[in-house]
């Protein structure tokens, strides 16, 4: 079983910061197609950055410019660092590892709040 392993989550007050890390298997390891979604209350699930080919990244229209995602290949792990938070990024984080065509990874989750 493929486990990703986040962390780095918790309660940080408006205009703070985080960081999430996303440990995986190195057969889990997409360097191409790896991300970050968050799922908030009663909403669905949302991309909030991801890697895409040839080490280009795309980012949500809401975090650009506040949140930034990168990756240690040597460690296998993946980062989103999070600045400026506001309480609208409270959600559930999840990394993703993507194997075309259909192979899908995801961990746990991790919980972010940010308090007003």
């Known amino acids: 079983q493929v486990q990703l392993v986040e962390s780095g989550g918790g309660l940080v007050q408006t205009g703070g910061f985080l960081s999430l890390s996303c440990v995986m298997p190195?057969?889990?390891?997409?360097?191409?197609?790896m991300g970050w979604y968050r799922q908030a209350p009663g909403k669905q699930r949302e991309l909030v950055a991801r890697?895409?080919?040839?080490?280009?990244?795309i980012y949500a229209d809401s975090v650009k410019g506040r949140f930034a995602i990168s990756r240690d290949n040597a460690r296998l792990t993946m980062y989103l660092s999070m600045t400026n938070l506001v309480p609208e990024d409270t959600a559930v984080y999840y990394c993703n590892s993507y194997f075309p065509p259909s192979t899908n990874y995801w961990g746990q989750g991790t919980q972010v709040t940010v308090s007003s």
């Open positions: 190195k057969n889990a390891f997409s360097i191409d197609a």
């Open positions: 890697f895409v080919q040839k080490g280009g990244t």
